[in-house]
């Protein structure tokens, strides 16, 4: 797996930068996210400690305020478009549905975490 591969599995909004299968050969964009992102680093490294702390409570804060904004959005009402795709928010019947696990054949709740635990804490 390419690190192209694991930034368009990991990173919301990462196909939107770059071209999934390079059908239309954009090579420099690859270069310009990656030399401006790695630029942003670099001076972050580079003005201290006391920089990144300050970056990570600004970054924490906006965590925070998405959290909210996703459990406020939980309770508004929808319309009948967003019910046909299968968002029911706050349903006991699609509660009851989800409680149980329904695996795959040949799957198991270690094979299911094997994908997930290194997805949401960064190991790779």
Known sequence: ESLLDMCQDYVPGWEGMVDQDFKTFRTN???IIGS???VLILVLSIVGMDWVTRV???LLV???FSQVDFIIGTFLPRSQEVYAKGFTG???ETAKANLGANYEEGESFFSVFAVFFPAVTGIV
């Open 56 to 58: 990570q409570k600004a």
């Open 36 to 38: 401006v992102t790695l």
């Open 62 to 64: 906006l965590l925070l």
């Open 29 to 31: 964009d690859v270069r």
């Open 90 to 92: 706050w349903s006991i």
